[in-house]
């Protein structure tokens, strides 16, 4: 069974920073992309940051130059570094692993999700 498990979420100051990390974990082959999603409270979700196996990102037009998303192939995990954070930023962040090759085939997964509040 593949999981993927979330965390770095919390409470920060606007103009603060934070670094969401999530690991995937199970009989894992492969990963395709790996991706940042947020949804905030009465939105529909939405995509922040995704990065292909190959290292090719993505970014929301809201985020870009504030927000940095990486991945280490070894360890199945991917971060994602939010730095200058608005309180428009505030949403659960959510994990995303697409096209992962496990045991059970090719599947799509999502983590649980992890709170960014953003402050004063």
């Known amino acids: 069974q593949v999981q993927l498990v979330e965390s770095g979420g919390g409470l920060v100051q606007p103009g603060g920073s934070l670094r969401l990390s999530c690991a995937a974990s199970?009989?894992?082959?492969?990963?395709?992309?790996m991706g940042w999603y947020r949804q905030a409270p009465g939105k529909q979700r939405e995509l922040v940051a995704t990065?292909?196996?190959?290292?090719?990102?993505n970014y929301a037009f809201s985020v870009k130059g504030r927000f940095t998303i990486s991945r280490d192939n070894a360890k199945n995990t991917v971060y994602l570094q939010m730095n200058d954070l608005k309180p428009e930023d505030t949403a659960v962040y959510y994990c995303?692993?697409?096209?992962?090759?496990?045991?059970?085939?090719?599947?799509?997964?999502w983590g649980q999700g992890t709170q960014v509040t953003v402050s004063s």
């Open positions: 990065i292909t196996s190959s290292g090719s990102t």
């Open positions: 995303n692993a697409d096209g992962v090759l496990s045991r059970a085939g090719y599947n799509d997964y």
């Open positions: 199970g009989s894992i082959f492969s990963i395709g992309a």
